[in-house]
């Protein structure tokens, strides 16, 4: 225990924490959780944005508690006790944006809800907090949380800069004026099985880069 | 892995859902005044929507005192009834009541070129959840000068497609009545003739919503029925 206590808080495993999930181990690309509302919130950027902050937060601070928690947890309760916390957090992310946020959280709609039912939160309690202490599972929430962010602003940007031709609401082609020469944007890019289809190119980028990462 | 006893888990989930509750009833009243103002702000932004006036957040307040002049609220034959104020009149509850007793708001509005219009509130059914909306008359009390919809969850590039201003600005200048006789818009799947004064597009993998929308158009609007044909000019 004193061993573990004097590890400093960005040591090379706790870093490690932090940057496997946004490669290696994205809960997107590599562990395909998430899939769902990673095709429903990707059409425009800001969305996409908010999503990828909302998940953030919710995964780490639901990891802390958990972590925390750990050790007076009852075994035979775990799943309902991590539910509990997941659906706390969600709530009170959903209410602060009808506050704070309202075009956004009107935006999302369901997707707010849905976050209690995205894999990634349940899998990293599962799977990190229940075994770890609440500073490494406070790592592991945030990176996660980043990686997942990541795939989501990756598909976003370019399915918004494709599917409507902007970028954040800003006009990028028509201000370059592509739309004279006869360029039009691809309505295909706004529907959902595109942004599965860029997810399963990103998949493929990324595997064809790290060849360890091909299943045997 | 520990052990725990029945006890220890039935004390433990029962002060785990205390906390949760404080917290969470804590959070909604802290935070109910700014959601309320929002709401507000969103209906006053629909309102001007749906005649045309494009309004952001921060202007809504001030463009809806400028545009919209007076409000009332009818009964079902037309008529003018005191002491209600139709801003808060929740149409799903009106709904509910029977036809003699609903409140039927109505807010009058000119526009930039100094036409007076009329605007109606229309709330019925999607596939998800409700759907509600505005609808402005011109002084004619026949032809739709624009419209907006608004939805709790259709789904998002389907049934959503209603609140998206290419469906909208369909409803243009279409006409509710053939002469006297009340036959509000249909929304046609395949597509409706642009000749069509009746008819609009329905939304390609959106039938339900687009047959809740029209089901919507007709059953709010036929209550105006008597008020809309006394005041044609």
Partial sequence: MSDQEKEPLFSAKNIKLLTAPLDKNNPITIQVLGICSALAVTVKLKPALVMALSVTIVVAVSNVVIAALRSYIPDRIRIIVQLVVIATLVILVDQILKAYAFDVSKQLSVFVGLIITNCILMGRLEAFAMANKPWPSFLDGLGNGAGYGLILVIVAFIRELLGSGTILGYPVMEKIGIYSIGYENNGMMI??????????????????????LIEK | MKHFSNRYIFIFSAIMVVIVAALLSLAATLLQPAQERNLEIEKKKSMLESIRIPATRENTVELYSKYIKESFVLNSKGEVVEGTDPFTVVLRGEQKKPLEQQALPVFRAVNDEGEPLII????????????????SLRKDMNTIYGVTFDHKGETPGLGAEINTTPFESMFHDKKLYDDQEFVSIKVLKGGADPNDIHGVDAISGGTITSKGLEKMLFDCIVKYDDYLLKNRN
């Fill in chain 2, 120 to 135: 109606l509130p229309v709330e019925g059914k999607g596939l998800w959840g409700p759907i509600n909306g505005y609808v």
């Fill in chain 1, 191 to 212: 529907l959902p099985p595109m942004a599965l289809i860029v997810v399963g190119l990103i998949i493929w980028v990324q595997r064809s880069r790290d060849k360890s």
